[in-house]
């Protein structure tokens, strides 16, 4: 230490100027520092990072995908809604000139708009492809399935619908007539249904995560212990010191929404298949509906939210309890 | 600049580690607080930087009543006040450089000039070299002076220093008085906790003695001479 004489410092008093100039820029540098080392502090712990945003993760995804899922059905149920549809399965004594006579003879009428005929063969082929029973079908030598022919309505009134259907009940070439909506107004409250159990599960994985986010902060805050009563001790505001928690919290609520995403869209990648085969069946151009761009932000901004809050609930807590001795 | 007005601190524990000291310290004056371990000089130098609470009576601190001030305000008061404290309270997971900045940073300054102030503050206690070094791997002595560098930093108007010597060599010890000196002979107000009366005391200034908890005496050297 050994020094010349000691220049003179500045005098301590700083102008009100002076000391405004050092502001400015200062406070954004400031924030995106302390953006980015709390994201480095989560980095510097990556397995119980990794975890933390696991849980996060799939406590987001179960309900975005449960969502998704309905948002599926609603999709699928609406095609199908504007087209209500009669199926007529027929005697098994009537052959292919009945039926194809029935089938005019229905056309006839104004209020059908469509008729087309599943003939025994088809029915057999279809189920055989669909049951996997092939072998044993074929081993069948006759064929035990009636025509079937599917009306489409040209209205979708239901009034008009049951009294065609009381009609064609009556005819005597006809088995069973059934009104195929029947199925699908039960669907529909079935959805409406499960809907609200999503809302519910969705409220309960909402508090779990900001539980898991708050406990994580928690603990941050009470491993950081020393470095807090020091800044304290150095004059650093409330404000100041919630800042990395906060931010902290936001990060683990978007790495758990990132995983989140990366899940269901795992999820819907398993079901494409299996859906496109179904859809073929029922000779449906139905697509499944995934995560599109503005619901994925939504994902992640959830995440990050949830995270922010989840933080600044246990910050508001643990924070107080810290003072410098 | 500091008001001592009957001021008692009880701890909770009930232990009176402060009975009705007096004494005022004009801006730009600087005093030395001795006494045996556990007069309470610690003690007194919390109050000042509102670490402990006052039981009875007034303290003012640069104008400022500190009964009367928030709880919100309490930070704008320690960015007023340097403080170096006996166990030092250095951040271990951060470089010496990171240490000293830490009053800039919370401060609001900008980088370039957070810079340029820590090497002015790291020169004057002589760690220049050290500036990227971790706490741990330094010396009793150097970590003491990093707590001095961190708390001139900001060129607080007050500066409190708790038993700023105690882990140094006589030299060194001499050099940082006379540090204490120099920032006192621009204007800042400085009050320094000390057993080593043997060091200040060719030192012309004020010396504040306590004695459990009550303050025997107030020598004013210059009355003296
Ligand atoms: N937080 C506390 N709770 C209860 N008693 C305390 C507390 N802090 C200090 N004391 C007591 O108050 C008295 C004064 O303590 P203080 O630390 O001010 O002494 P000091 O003069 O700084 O001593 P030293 O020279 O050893 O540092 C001591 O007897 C101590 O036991
Ligand atoms: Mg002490």
């Excluded at chain 2, 609470?53 to 001030?69: A, D, F, P």
Aim: aromatic share 8%; hydrophobic share 45%.
């Amino acid at each position: 230490m050994k020094r010349p004489p000691v220049p003179p410092p500045t005098p301590p008093r700083r102008s009100p100027k002076a000391s405004q100039m050092t502001y400015g820029n200062a406070w954004l540098t400031h924030h995106l520092t302390t953006l980015f080392t709390s994201f480095g502090q989560i980095l510097r712990t990556p397995l119980p990072s990794l975890m933390t945003a696991m849980v996060i993760g799939i406590a987001l995804a179960l309900p975005a995908g449960l969502y998704l899922l309905l948002e599926n059905v609603q999709h699928l149920s609406n095609e199908w809604n504007g087209t209500a549809q009669i199926s007529l399965f027929l005697k098994q004594t009537v052959g292919e000139e009945k039926a194809q006579n029935l089938a005019d003879w229905l056309l006839q009428k104004k209020e059908i708009s469509g008729v087309q005929i599943i003939t025994p063969t088809q029915a057999l082929e279809e189920y055989r492809n669909l049951s996997g029973f092939g072998q044993a079908l074929t081993a069948l030598e006759d064929n035990p399935l009636p025509y079937v022919l599917i009306v489409q309505l040209a209205t979708a009134n239901t009034d008009l619908g049951e009294r065609l259907l009381e009609e064609l009940k009556r005819k005597p070439e006809i088995e069973v007539a059934q009104f195929d909506m029947l199925w699908l107004k039960r669907l529909f409250a079935m959805i409406a249904l499960v809907r609200r159990g999503v809302i519910i599960l969705a409220s309960l994985l909402t508090l779990a995560v900001l539980l898991v986010i708050g406990n994580t902060i928690r603990l941050a805050i009470y491993n950081r212990r020393e470095e807090i009563e020091i800044h304290k001790l150095f004059g650093a505001t409330d404000a100041f010191i919630r800042r990395p928690f906060l931010y902290a919290g936001g990060w683990y609520g978007l790495l758990g929404g990132i995983i989140a995403w990366l899940l269901v869209h795992f999820c819907f990648w398993l079901l494409q298949d299996p859906v496109k085969q179904l859809s073929l069946l029922y000779y449906s151009q139905f697509e499944l509906v995934t995560l599109d761009l503005l619901s994925s932000l939504a994902l992640l901004l959830t995440g990050g939210l949830l995270g922010l809050i989840g933080a600044w609930l246990a910050v508001g807590r643990h924070l107080k309890e810290i003072q410098p001795r | 600049m500091i008001i001592f007005n009957n001021v008692s601190k009880r701890y909770p524990s009930g232990y009176e580690a402060l009975k009705q000291v007096n004494f005022h310290l004009k801006a730009g004056e600087m005093a030395f607080l001795t006494g045996h371990s556990g007069a309470g000089k610690s003690t007194l130098l919390r109050l000042i930087a509102l670490i402990e609470r006052n039981t009875t009576g007034q303290i003012v601190v640069g104008g400022q009543h500190l009964g009367r001030l928030p709880t919100h305000r309490i930070p704008y008061l320690r960015r007023r006040i340097g403080m170096i404290f006996q166990d030092h309270r250095l951040l271990f997971d951060r470089t010496v450089y990171d240490n000293v900045a830490l009053p800039l940073v919370i401060g609001g300054f900008r980088p370039p000039e957070i810079r340029r102030r820590v090497r002015a503050a790291l020169d004057k206690v002589g760690l220049l070299n050290k500036e990227k070094s971790y706490p741990i791997t330094l010396s009793g002595g150097e970590q003491q002076r990093v707590g001095i560098a961190r708390a001139v930093v900001n060129k607080p108007p007050i500066l409190l220093a708790d038993e700023p010597t105690g882990n140094l060599d006589p030299n060194l010890a001499k050099d940082i008085m006379n540090l204490f000196v120099h920032f006192n002979q621009v204007g800042v107000t400085v009050l320094v906790a000390t057993h080593a009366v043997g060091l200040i005391k060719h030192i012309k200034c004020r010396m504040l003695v306590l004695q459990h908890g009550g303050l025997i005496g107030d020598t004013h050297l210059r009355m003296m001479r």
